[in-house]
């Protein structure tokens, strides 16, 4: 499908949520912007399609008065599109939801690097590009989800304890084709090496319980239908089961146990939803106010609670959900570099047979 203009209708409850959140100290993004224009606007290409972010826009037009236009697609859809627009594209910002495809971006040339020291403030060092092109507005762990009823989590410390023959017919994964999972094997030739990461990615595909097929929720939901036992999500898909309206999704959640793998070395593999300034931007300065304020404290609490996804920002608080599974140690991993080895990443579960 082609991209589309998104124009969606704010939910009583989010918006209730905004007034509480504003009430409770909105940060206004800085009136002396420079260059900023309060009748302007700025256009937003996004592979992000939460309601919250509307609502987020929302806001952001209210406190500066620039008009945010959205237009929703898929990340590879919307750099498709920008090459083909080239210096007459109308595009002041990408958003996409791993850092994988905002690298791509980068070294096709679609973006422009931002100094800006709001954003170096907000957004730690290793959660965006070193060279200013990029920067993560949201965080999520890549865990380990299992069968509290089938399955002892002491043995599962590590991506690595999956290999293990213990887990045969009882893995749980989506597709190769998943950035997510692409970015968790970048994480893991980082980490461990070439040879290491194809032998893992081979014996995952020799432990599958079912081909690849579904998307995270899919895989938990499996697990708790006794398909697997052991399933690799992301944690704001589990977080959304356990805080959902739906009893029956609460019932899912309720089943399934969250391990935060690499505790006692290197950290949880994250990634980050995150956003860079387009190369032929025409509306630059409202398009980096933007991300200035999608990096302050009070869009970050909205990203939090409406999502669950983990703030970038230090101090700000995640959601309930998130800070009942306590603290976790992070991959402090560049996460340029997730982009940089995607091409291998890619290799080796072709030829692993990773589906």
């Known amino acids: 499908m082609p991209p589309n203009v998104t124009r969606k209708i704010a939910r009583p409850g989010y918006a209730a949520a905004l007034l509480l959140l504003a009430a409770c100290g909105a940060e206004a993004p800085r009136p002396e912007a420079e260059g900023a224009d309060p009748g302007g606007v700025v256009n937003v290409y996004s592979h992000r399609h939460y309601e919250s972010d509307q609502q987020l826009f929302q806001r952001f037009t209210e406190l500066t008065g620039i008009e945010v236009k959205v237009v929703s697609a898929s990340a590879d859809e919307l750099i498709t599109r920008l090459e083909a627009e080239g210096a007459a594209s109308p595009a002041d910002v990408l958003i996409t939801v791993d850092a994988g495809r905002l690298h791509r971006a980068k070294e096709r040339g679609l973006l422009q690097p931002i100094d800006s020291e709001v954003l170096r403030a907000n957004v730690p060092a290793h959660l965006r590009d070193p060279e200013g092109y990029w920067f993560g507005l949201t965080k999520r762990a890549r865990v380990i989800v299992y069968a509290k009823d089938r399955v002892r989590p002491e043995e599962l410390k590590s991506y690595l304890d999956l290999a293990d023959e213990r887990w045969k017919g009882r893995l749980l994964v989506r597709s190769s084709e998943n950035v997510y999972n692409q970015s968790l094997l970048a994480s893991i030739i ?166």
């Open 190 to 355: 980082a980490n461990e090496g070439e040879a290491k990461a194809r032998e893992w990615a081979a014996a995952m595909v020799r432990n599958m319980a079912r081909p690849p097929s579904g998307s995270d929720t899919d895989q938990a939901k499996a697990v708790a239908a006794g398909i697997g036992d052991v399933a690799v999500v992301n944690t704001y898909y589990v977080a959304r089961l356990i805080a959902s309206s739906d009893p029956e999704e609460r019932r899912v959640g309720e089943q399934l146990g969250v391990v935060f793998p690499e505790q006692d070395g290197r950290g949880a593999h994250v990634n980050v939803s995150g956003a860079g300034v387009t190369r032929h931007a025409p509306n630059r300065a409202n398009a980096i106010r933007l991300l200035e304020f999608l990096s302050s404290d009070e869009a970050q609490r909205i990203f939090a609670e409406a999502n669950h996804e983990y703030p970038v920002k230090p101090g700000v608080e995640a959601s309930a959900v998130l800070r009942e599974w306590g603290e976790f140690k992070a991959d402090t991993l560049n996460l340029a570099v997730l982009g940089e080895l995607n091409s291998a990443a890619v290799r080796i579960f072709d030829e692993v047979g990773w589906r």
